[in-house]
């Protein structure tokens, strides 16, 4: 047991620190979704679940890609909550294919996802995909299934009129 | 280098990251205390435990097939080290090394651990390597043991022994319970070598006996990086001693999942799945084609072979699992989630005239659940002994969201009002539904935000009605789906959690 406080500060000392690097997806955890919002709090953000075994989430990932570019405004997070735990680096390959390596990309990385999911909504049973539209002031709309983006491209419009 | 070679011994000490054996000795006491204090079916396979580690014997006969150890201290071990919520593998490594001295979970200690020195030696050049885990170690236990598996589906033998199957390891698994699931034989892997299976929440490896106390599996498996699913079924001529080695259950190469197997009086066995062989030609037509297809297939020697693929019908949604029962002998029964015109995704069910021709599609309920998107969620069914159709399911269309029942006594021409089931802000998830001697019983998981429970409600008058809801089981971690089993006197739960193991519960007396 004396051993382990030791432990834990050269675990501390162990963490590189580039860990957002592009490509990289961080474990979603416990906790996680709030640090999340707590990180993004007051500023408006678009926050998107999907997963690799999901058919309608693969055709619609590059066409995210695509805002990602056209808009600078999107502070985009991705969140791969697949019902079938994904491979880091094949959920890594794909979102690079998609031009999503730059967003703020992560992976689920606990056993019980019913209490990850409860924490980002407790109505929400792991359908994907799923979008969560996060306003300035917390104000969440939730797109159930493909997301349209012109609704998307009109809420960020909305966004930066409300910030002027 | 003097530092990092003092650091890696350091390490290796502690951790066996070269090698230390000898787990039994070294495991501290409270390794067995996080078990024992359940003191249920799983601290008595803890105390049996300690005075019989690993049994390991290859068989000869049955196509390779290799018995592994039930009673085997690893999975409390590794069970105490999941326990250590959050955090990767190297860091419940660091934090719980006792719980990680078994086989595998050492290699993955140590596998984890040697990251973490090359990340020392060479800084900010391995993050990616970090958060690297596999299907298996994500969860933190890849042993081929019972301990181990986040699925088990039960089934009485015809002597009231009880069978599971489950997976582990890339293993599917048999073992024998003559206890009620306090105590298992050994168990017997079904494939020899490990696979990728399957492991989607809908998915599950699939287990019956018939009469002459044959037993028939049947799992799925991912064939490729992009998830294609192929199905293999096996069967045991010897009890479960050995199984043959699997085989596909079709031999088209498009995607198969979500296998269900049934077993009709005649001990006949009734195989449904949703299959996507009729996507491809679609598309060469230049048609679109939504979902996948509802395939069945017959086996008339106890799993040896199956009847050619027969398709039911196209546009299922493609990611829920099936329900099945038979309303007569050669008349097997689907409900399913149908992509009905403009994308929505409620549930029908089909009752066949005879063994290979499906009826009309009926719909159970109009949900008008309008969504491109994958529930991984699917029905149960029952079929009482008078014929009437008990059906429960998930919804989350704008005007039903959550669980629902209702009952048909008209071979799903026509069903009551869907009944909502459970606590509406408590997430009532994954029904499964039994019919015996004129009650019906109902099972769902409930989930708090902290803790899951198994509710359960019984109907005595076949489903007109039925009793308030009351907790059969609960849990603070990971867990299966519900499942409701009957020995033809009483009803129990059977459930598996990944902090509690196994669970066979009785539930009340039938009515």
């Known amino acids: 047991m004396t051993k382990r406080p030791l432990l834990a500060l050269l675990a501390l000392c162990m963490v590189p620190p580039n860990l957002a690097r592009a490509g990289d997806l961080q474990p979603f955890m416990r906790g996680s979704w709030q640090d999340i919002r707590h990180t993004h709090d007051g500023q408006p953000m678009v926050v998107h679940f999907w997963g690799l075994t999901c058919g309608p989430c693969r055709v619609e990932m590059p066409q995210w890609g695509a805002l990602l570019a056209e808009r600078p405004d999107l502070a985009l997070v991705t969140i791969n909550a697949d019902l079938v735990s994904n491979e880091q680096a094949s959920a890594a390959a794909m979102l690079t294919k998609s031009g999503l390596a730059t967003a703020e990309n992560w992976i689920f990385r606990d056993s019980f996802v019913e209490r990850l999911r409860y924490e980002i909504d407790p109505q929400w049973q792991g359908e994907i995909p799923l979008t969560m539209l996060i306003a300035r002031d917390g104000g969440v709309t939730t797109l159930e299934g493909v997301a349209d983006l012109a609704q998307v491209r009109d809420w960020l419009d909305r966004q930066a009129e409300a910030s002027r | 280098m003097r530092t990092i070679s003092g650091l890696l011994f350091f390490l290796g000490r502690?951790?066996?990251?070269?090698?230390?054996?000898?787990?039994?000795?070294?495991?501290?006491?409270?390794?067995?205390?996080?078990?024992?204090?359940?003191?249920?079916?799983?601290?008595a396979r803890a105390r049996s435990a300690r005075s019989a580690p690993e049994v390991a014997a290859r068989s000869a006969a049955g196509g390779g097939a290799f018995r592994i150890g039930a009673l085997h201290p690893c999975p409390l071990l590794a069970r105490a080290g999941r326990a250590q919520r959050g955090g990767t593998l190297w860091q419940r490594c660091a934090l719980s090394p006792a719980a990680f001295r078994c086989a595998s979970s050492r290699k993955a200690c140590r596998v984890s651990l040697l990251i973490v020195a090359a990340i020392l030696l060479l800084p900010g050049t391995a993050s990616a390597q970090m958060h690297q885990h596999d299907h298996g170690t994500a969860q933190g236990c890849t042993e081929p043991i019972l301990a181990c598996a986040t699925k088990v589906t039960p089934t009485f033998v015809p002597d009231g022994s009880l069978l599971v199957a489950f997976a582990a390891g890339g293993h599917v698994l048999v073992a024998r319970s003559t206890d009620l699931g306090r105590t298992f034989t050994p168990s017997v892997a079904v494939n020899a070598q490990p696979m990728r299976l399957d492991s989607g929440p809908d998915a599950r490896p699939k287990i019956v006996v018939t009469r002459e106390g044959r037993i028939v599996v049947a799992f799925g498996t991912f064939k490729d990086s992009a998830f294609n699913g192929q199905v293999f079924m096996s069967y045991s001529r010897d009890g479960g001693a050995t199984f043959a080695p699997p085989q596909p259950l079709t031999a088209d190469?498009?995607?198969?999942?979500?296998?269900?197997?049934a077993l009709d009086v005649d001990g006949s066995v009734f195989f449904a799945w949703l299959d996507k062989r009729n996507r491809a030609p679609a598309k060469l037509r230049g048609e679109s084609y939504a979902g996948a297809a509802l395939a069945f297939a017959w086996s008339k020697d106890g799993g040896a072979s199956a009847w050619e693929t027969r398709i039911a019908y196209d546009n299922t949604c493609e990611c829920c699992r099936l329900g099945v029962a038979f309303t007569g002998p050669g008349r097997p029964v689907v409900l399913f989630r149908k992509i009905f015109e403009g994308g929505?995704?409620?549930?029908?069910?089909?009752?066949?005239?005879?063994?290979?021709?499906?009826?009309?599609?009926?719909?159970v309920s109009v949900d008008d659940w309008r969504i491109d998107a994958c529930p991984h969620h699917g029905p149960s069914l029952a079929i009482a002994a008078d014929g009437t159709y008990h059906a429960a399911w998930y919804t989350n269309s704008r005007t039903r969201r959550g669980l629902f029942y209702a009952r048909s006594a008209d071979e799903g021409a026509s069903f009551s009002a869907p009944m909502a089931i459970g606590a509406a802000d408590r997430r009532a998830s994954n029904p499964a539904?039994?019919?015996?001697?004129?009650?019906?019983?109902?099972?769902?998981?409930e989930?708090?935000?902290?803790?899951?429970?198994?509710?359960?409600?019984?109907?005595?008058?076949?489903?007109?009605?039925?009793?308030?809801?009351?907790?059969a089981a609960r849990t603070a971690q990971a867990s299966d789906h519900?499942?409701?089993?009957?020995?033809g006197h009483q009803v129990f739960l059977s459930w598996m959690s990944e902090g509690e193991g196994y669970r066979l519960l009785p539930l009340e007396d039938a009515p």
């Open chain 2, 14 to 43: 502690r951790f066996s990251l070269f090698g230390i054996d000898g787990a039994m000795q070294s495991m501290p006491a409270s390794a067995w205390a996080h078990d024992d204090k359940h003191g249920s079916a799983a601290g």
């Open chain 2, 253 to 261: 190469q498009e995607s198969q999942r979500f296998e269900t197997v």
């Open chain 2, 344 to 363: 929505i995704r409620d549930h029908a069910v089909v009752t066949f005239s005879d063994p290979t021709t499906p009826g009309p599609i009926r719909r």
């Open chain 2, 433 to 445: 539904l039994l019919a015996m001697n004129g009650g019906v019983w109902l099972a769902w998981k």
């Open chain 2, 447 to 471: 989930f708090d935000g902290e803790e899951t429970a198994v509710k359960v409600m019984v109907s005595r008058d076949n489903g007109v009605t039925f009793t308030a809801p009351v907790t």
């Open chain 2, 482 to 487: 519900p499942l409701l089993i009957s020995n």
